[in-house]
């Protein structure tokens, strides 16, 4: 929701000082541009530049290219940084290039303030230009329907959720996790919990976690989606991964019954339905033995092992369950992040000399070559990673060390989640470099037979308006009305549930997937 509404004001602002934009900005060298045609002068966001100094890779990659970027700092909350790109703009102040949003370089790239960098990627990029052709929903993305590219989205590792769990508790318990196939296994083995740790303490709740309870979809295979086909449920503002649910499926109905059932014995926190715990409740739980499993982010097994698990607990030991199967073996894939970050990308300045686009481009153009990929994905051959006898790279620094270092020290790291540039992910590379519990399991687990795809979507001013103000409406409506069911205050049959999602409907969201699809429509299919 806040996302959509920025889109809006942001075209506001733009179309207010349209007059003032269209003179043009300060000719190039913004607030520390470089004129020797060698480098060049970048905003973006503090946090960003910070962990940038402290990359052993990333300073190879200059001495190679022979480029220097720079930076110059920006705020340090995203929104803000946005805000100060209008306020650059504006006051003519703009550096030679800029961390913006797609939709900032959609709305100021046709008014002359953003470089179209189409042309001069064929003349000066070929490895990016590669990489463009080769990889369609990029270009889709990226590219305008007059062919222009204003700015470069970057690419993120794909990420999904972890069942992580305490395995010195199942075991306690009795409770085998390798024989956990199915949500029939998974709810058996919560209430062999419950029953093992629950007998004497009336605050253990084997299933806890943070933030929506409503994490589960993709277990019933009734999460929200987008094609070309149709839309299902909200697929906008994260809710691709996270918040994920189509009411209008058929499975959604099966969920609320397990969920139901699950509240009703005692296997889930009630208060985490109700949406009145925090995160460190749920981390408290965790470490101090009132709940046993939870579905979060990739790495958070790893977090309560060094966060205070073995501390509270010598037995501690946490691991990750495979992903859930249906009834005659198949995965349940589970929602993904998106592989590209339209809130991170990278815009220049249109009125950069050619020579400054050159260095960008080159600067830019090096990670998507051969010897960029690896060096930002492994380092160097000798220092940070090995050749194995099979061809494949072994890391020799160590992960923990590395990560442990004091702010401000050079290290090794390849945590491509974070803006450095814009780049190709080596996924196998980045899970690589995680504690091995972590680097294990998603080795195990991300593979593409176990992961929905997701999509970024582009949508059109007036497209933008109408969703803000039904997602914050409809969601919201949705969620309630699906606690109610899973804690029983609602009952759940057919017919009741029937009118919630005919209420829904009403409320608008069969014009959310209307508008979600033909988004989709446009974006990937025309």
């Not at 062919?147 to 306690?172: H, M, N, S, V, W």
């Not at 189509?246 to 397990?258: F, K, S, V």
Request: net charge neutral.
């Amino acid at each position: 929701m806040k996302m959509l509404k920025r889109v809006v004001m942001l075209t506001l602002v733009a179309a207010s000082v349209g007059a003032v934009l269209l003179t043009g900005c300060q000719g190039g060298q913004g607030a520390a541009g470089i004129k020797s045609g060698k480098g060049y002068s970048m905003f973006m966001r503090s946090t960003y530049i910070d962990w940038i100094k402290e990359l052993k890779w990333y300073d190879e990659a200059e001495k190679r290219t022979g480029i220097h970027v720079e930076y110059v700092r920006g705020p340090e909350e995203f929104a803000d940084c946005y805000s100060e790109v209008d306020q650059r703009i504006i006051s003519k102040n703009l550096p030679d290039a800029v961390m913006t949003k797609l939709t900032q370089t959609n709305v100021y790239g046709p008014q002359g303030v953003f470089a179209n960098l189409a042309p001069y990627i064929k003349k000066y990029a070929p490895n990016l230009q590669a990489y463009i052709d080769a990889n369609p929903d990029y270009r889709k993305l990226v590219t305008s329907p007059d062919g222009a590219i204003y700015g470069l989205c970057k690419e993120t590792p794909i990420f999904a959720d972890f069942i992580g769990y305490r395995a010195d508790q199942f075991a306690k318990a009795g409770v085998d996790a390798s024989k956990i196939k199915t949500v029939e296994d998974f709810t058996d083995a919560l209430r062999a919990l419950k029953k093992h740790f629950g007998k004497d303490n009336r605050n253990y709740y084997p299933l806890c976690g943070r933030d929506s309870v409503l994490r589960f979809a993709a277990w019933f295979g009734c999460a929200s989606s987008i094609s070309a086909e149709k839309s299902g449920g909200v697929y906008i503002n994260g809710h691709y991964k996270d918040g994920s649910f189509d009411i209008m499926n058929e499975d959604a109905y099966a969920m609320m019954q397990t969920m139901n059932q699950w509240y009703a014995e005692g296997l889930i926190n009630p208060e985490w339905v109700a949406g009145t715990t925090s995160e460190a409740d749920w981390e408290s739980a965790m470490l101090n033995g009132n709940g046993s499993v939870f579905y979060d982010y990739y790495n958070r097994a790893e977090w309560f092992m060094e966060n205070g698990g073995p501390n509270s607990d010598p037995d501690y030991k946490m691991a990750v369950l495979d992903f859930l199967e249906d009834g005659k073996g198949n995965p349940m894939k589970v929602t993904t992040s998106l592989k590209y970050n339209d809130e991170v990308v990278t815009a220049v300045n249109a009125k950069v000399s050619e020579a400054t686009i050159k260095a960008i481009l080159k600067f830019i153009d090096y990670f998507y070559g051969k010897d960029g990929i690896i060096l930002a994905n492994y380092g160097v051959e000798g220092q940070s990673f090995k050749l194995a006898a099979d061809g494949s790279k072994e890391f020799i620094v160590d992960y923990a060390k590395e990560e442990a270092a004091a702010a401000g020290d050079k290290r090794w790291s390849f945590l491509s989640d974070r803006l450095t540039v814009c780049k190709p992910v080596d996924n196998v590379a980045f899970f690589k470099w995680n504690a091995p519990l972590i680097s294990e399991a998603a080795g195990r687990l991300l593979v593409d037979k176990n992961l929905l795809k997701s999509y970024t979507l582009k949508f059109s001013e007036a497209d933008s308006k109408e969703l803000s103000n039904l997602v914050a409406s409809v969601y919201a409506a949705e969620t309630a009305g699906m606690v109610t069911f899973i804690n029983g205050s609602s009952k759940l049959t057919p017919k009741s549930w029937a009118a919630f999602q005919d209420t829904m409907n009403k409320k608008g969201l069969r014009r959310i997937e209307e508008i979600q699809h033909e988004a989709f429509v446009t974006t990937y299919t025309k």
